[in-house]
């Protein structure tokens, strides 16, 4: 099975709330990775967590919060949404061995009115 | 910064035709190249993948594509597509000095006409 899983796969959120966006996998996978994608851009690396260690991108550094509180679950918070936080987020996933070789979800679709 | 840059937002080709999607990247050594496709409605999934050797390297569904140091490309071929090709197709690069982090160029959306 190579399935990750995102929930929910839809999210309207109001502008100063916060929200809140799960992943999991199920391949025993040491790395878990969370992408923001926004139309006609690149999907932009926001945070990845090697076992439990989190690293974070020092652009987004305050704007995301992760946790990871088993192998298998990793999620994404934004403390409090703004316009520009709208956008599809990828989760994916990756056996730190196999470099680039990455296993996404569907994505979260987020948007913040 | 390194970078990866697909030039090309949108093609259009005919079933049965050939197929070169461009990417070009920007790193001072040689990383580890990707492609990654996206079908409608599902996850981005792995293509094919390049770390070092045959500049040449096959993935699935007869892509393949073509590593030039030269030109610091990894251009995307196949040569007689499908309309099942149909999709969104991204390069990708990861680091030597940290392969945890791959970095996407904005894909490129290929329709192919039945």
């Known amino acids: 099975d190579t399935t990750v899983k995102q929930n929910p796969r839809y999210k309207l959120a109001r502008v100063g709330k916060p929200v809140n966006l799960i992943c999991s996998q199920t391949?025993?996978?040491?790395?878990m990775y969370w992408y923001q994608k926004k139309p006609n851009q690149a999907p932009k690396l926001l945070l990845f967590?090697?076992?439990?260690?989190?690293?974070r991108e020092a652009d987004t550094f305050e704007k995301f919060q992760s946790s990871r509180p088993n192998n298998s679950f990793c999620s994404l918070y934004i403390g409090s949404a703004g316009l520009e936080y709208s956008a599809m987020y990828l989760c994916?996933?990756?056996?730190?061995?196999?470099?680039?070789?990455?296993?996404f979800g569907e994505g979260s679709k987020l948007t913040v009115l | 910064a390194q970078s990866v840059t697909q030039p090309d937002a949108r093609v259009t080709v005919s079933e049965g035709a050939s197929l070169q999607l461009r990417c070009k990247y920007s790193?001072?050594?040689?990383?580890?190249l990707f492609w990654y496709v996206q079908y409608p409605r599902q996850g981005l999934q792995l293509l094919l993948k390049?770390?070092?050797?045959?500049?040449v390297v096959q993935g699935v569904n007869s892509f393949e594509a073509e590593f030039s140091k030269s030109n610091s490309s990894f251009h995307l071929q196949k040569a007689s597509v499908h309309w099942s090709d149909s999709a969104v197709y991204f390069c990708?690069?990861?680091?030597?000095?940290?392969?945890?982090?791959?970095?996407f160029g904005k894909g490129t959306h290929l329709h192919v006409l039945p």
């Open positions: 994916a996933s990756s056996r730190s061995q196999i470099t680039g070789q990455l296993y």
């Open positions: 391949m025993n996978h040491d790395t």
């Open positions: 967590y090697y076992d439990k260690i989190l690293n």
């Open positions: 790193y001072s050594a040689t990383p580890y």
């Open positions: 390049y770390y070092s050797g045959d500049p």
């Open positions: 990708a690069l990861s680091l030597v000095t940290n392969a945890y982090k791959v970095i």
